[in-house]
């Protein structure tokens, strides 16, 4: 069975950990504070769950979720993470993370940098465009009608591929969106930010999409 290496536990981390392990998967969960500081969570997770540092977790993870606020992901285990698929949640809030030059001016994404920290890591944009509390609520089988998608981005075909699995394993279609550098598309003040879509409504959205000047 494979294993979900989460780094940062909090409001994402923890829901996509609920509908990973609803789903069969092992998770090891980590946080900044140390994996005594999980113990609730995991207990609630039950026998599919574990905790570790964040290095640990990047290591025993066959796949790997970093969701930590994005003004932090400069102490990430950039080392542990080549070689991992790395499912990027992060979005920018300047208020949380501070001002970064590169989003201001739009020369850059959140994923990017994420992918310049860790080169070795294969980052795939996923789980930015929903609420963390719809992760466990709104999944649903394959072929549900009207199921849920969630877009996607990498510059690595094969590990967006395992990425569109494993969100369809616990619950949601996926979209494309391209590499990268396409995933302003769906960062926050667009208009599929957030939105419950189903595939053809999101795919019919993410051509119109504008980018905006981050405020
Ligand atoms: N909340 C949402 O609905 C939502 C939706 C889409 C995308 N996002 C994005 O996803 C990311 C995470 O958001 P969130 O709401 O889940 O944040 P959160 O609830 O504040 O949780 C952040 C987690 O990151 C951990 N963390 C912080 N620094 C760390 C480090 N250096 N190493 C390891 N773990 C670290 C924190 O651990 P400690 O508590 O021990 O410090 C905590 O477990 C953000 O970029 C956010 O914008 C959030």
Known sequence: MTTLGIIGSGRIGSNVARAATAAGYDVVLSNSRGPATLGELV????????????EEAARRGDLVLVAVPLGKIDQLPAEA??????MDANNYYPQR???????????????????????????????NNIYAHEIPADASPTGTEGRRALPI???????????????DAIGFDAV?????????????????????TT?????????????VQQV
Do not use: C, M
């Open 176 to 196: 494309d969106l391209g590499p990268l550098a396409e995933s302003w598309r769906v960062e926050r003040d667009t208009p599929a930010y957030g939105k419950r």
């Open 97 to 127: 993370d501070g001002r970064i030059a590169a989003l201001d001016g739009n020369e850059s994404t959140t994923s990017d940098l994420l992918q310049a920290l860790a080169p070795g890591a294969r980052i795939v944009k996923a789980f």
């Open 153 to 167: 981005a990498g510059n690595d075909e094969a590990a967006k591929s395992l990425v569109a699995s494993f969100l």
């Open 199 to 211: 595939a053809s409504e999101l795919a019919a959205i993410l051509p119109t999409v504008e980018r």
């Open 43 to 54: 207990a609630e997770l039950g026998d599919h769950a574990s905790a570790a540092t964040p």
């Open 81 to 86: 993470l080549t070689g991992k698929v790395v």
